[in-house]
């Protein structure tokens, strides 16, 4: 029965009607948005694929010792 609840904090995207972010607002954002949050998603994204990219060149170049195949992703 919680999911019908109130108490409930998750958002269905799907679902009709306003939706209740945090504190009693109906938006998701405040004032300014910090651009912080958006480069540290960015640079571990291209941190994971540019290991990725180095694992799969090392596998293809047949260096299946190498550090980069080895390492875990």
Known sequence: MAYFSK?????????VGNKI???G???PTMGPVDKMGYRERDA???AR???VLRRLQAQL????ASADV???V
């Open 44 to 46: 571990k994204a291209s």
């Open 7 to 15: 108490q409930n904090n998750s958002i269905n995207p799907y679902a």
């Open 25 to 27: 607002r109906s938006f």
């Open 61 to 64: 170049n047949g260096k299946d």
């Open 70 to 72: 080895i390492r875990k």
């Open 21 to 23: 972010y945090g504190g």
């Open 49 to 51: 694929r540019s290991a």
